[in-house]
């Protein structure tokens, strides 16, 4: 009878379950460098009760899991053996306000732009320099997205997760998500461990602007409006960033490399004009600049190009797979290393 009882139940749970995943999906469509890799197990989060029941399956089968947004900072290799979730959360809601801060918690799922437009209607600022960024909320506090002066994990207060192996809520501070220059305890030590379900910000509500790189304020007329400088967000970054609808790209494709002021000094005997920006004790500098002066602009090899007009975004018009995308980023690598003695890393995600 427990015997009978316990097959009811896993037939009911396996029913469940193929109402959820489906196999050998294309994501093709899922990738903002139209991959044509497969899933051998997919599956869109909606509600976060499929959460457990998602993960039970994964252990269950011994599949490994990846978590997609929308696909904009993931290179898919070759075809993905284990369970694909795409994450699709939903819901922003106000936890507390006070005169000076309030704290906004959103769902993973949430477009990353369109909560900053949410933002800017309500009123709520410190994300107006990140607008216009691909992907969702659930991705931010991973890969710590930045640009223009402005790094997310400032306005960030807690993270809220699922742990794959376990299926245990947990939630991180501010200091466990260890943020640094695009980094975070999600991309090294969590990866692939947890499920970002919701981010919490502390958001400012009165704005104050950081304006002060070039391009933006270029675009900028005194005095400076929460409005005035997302729109000028938007602007520069249509300007410089292919719609990867149009031409499928996943944005900047590799990290702008950090060097000490002695490497600087060697690197500016030769080349004078190089462009690099002081961070704290050290030096960025310029990854498209790098690949720029190297000549790969509009430079392609099996249907794989550097774009015209911004040399760190490397696109696939023709859909390649990620085979061919990956050897022209290595191919790339191996030339900026040979002429300035510089190491590359790949921004996005490679997934095998």
């Known amino acids: 009878m427990i015997y009978t009882y316990g097959c009811a139940l896993k037939l009911k749970r ?3 379950i193929s109402r959820v995943v489906t196999t050998n999906v294309s994501l ?38 990846f978590i997609l947004g929308e696909g904009s900072n993931c290179v898919f290799a070759s075809d993905y053996s284990g369970l694909v979730i795409q994450q699709r959360l939903q819901g922003i809601d106000v936890q507390s306000e006070c005169s000076e801060r309030v704290l906004v918690k959103v769902a993973a799922g949430e477009n990353w732009h369109a909560f900053v437009q949410w933002c800017l209607a309500n009123n709520f600022h410190g994300l107006e320099n990140l607008a216009l960024i691909p992907g969702t909320v659930g991705a931010a506090p991973i890969q710590n997205i930045g640009a223009y002066g402005v790094e997310v994990e400032t306005f960030i207060e807690r993270v809220h997760a699922i742990e794959i192996d376990s299926g245990k809520a947990v939630q991180f501070s501010h200091a466990q998500c260890q943020f ?26 009165h704005f104050l602007a950081v304006s002060h790189y070039p391009s933006l304020s270029q675009q900028l007329t ?4 929460a409005q005035s400088l997302f729109d000028a967000v938007c602007t520069v970054r249509r300007s410089k ?13 590799f990290k702008n490399p950090v060097i000490s002021s002695d490497q600087l000094i060697e690197l500016q005997r030769s080349f004078p004009s190089v462009v690099s920006y002081p961070v704290e004790s050290e030096f960025k500098v ?67």
């Open 180 to 205: 640094a220059y695009r980094e975070s305890v999600f991309k090294r030590a969590l990866r692939d461990r947890v499920v970002i379900t919701h981010v919490e910000f502390s958001l400012l509500k």
């Open 28 to 65: 093709e469509a899922l990738n903002t460098l139209a991959i044509p890799a497969r899933a051998a197990h997919f599956a869109e989060l909606t509600d976060l009760a499929q959460l457990p029941l998602l993960l039970q399956f994964a252990r269950e089968s011994d599949l490994n899991v």
């Open 222 to 225: 005194q005095p400076v409006t």
């Open 286 to 352: 310029a990854a498209g600049w790098l690949i720029d002066q190297a000549g790969w602009k509009q430079k392609q090899l099996d249907c794989v190009i550097v774009h015209h007009d911004q040399a760190l975004v490397v696109t696939n018009p023709k859909h390649r797979p990620g085979a061919s995308v990956l050897q022209y980023a290595y191919n790339i690598q191996s030339d900026i290393k040979r002429r300035f003695g510089i190491d590359l890393e790949i921004e996005p995600r490679v997934i095998c």
């Open 14 to 16: 396996v029913r469940k």
């Open 241 to 253: 960033l292919p719609d990867p609808i149009e031409i499928p790209n996943a944005g900047s494709f």
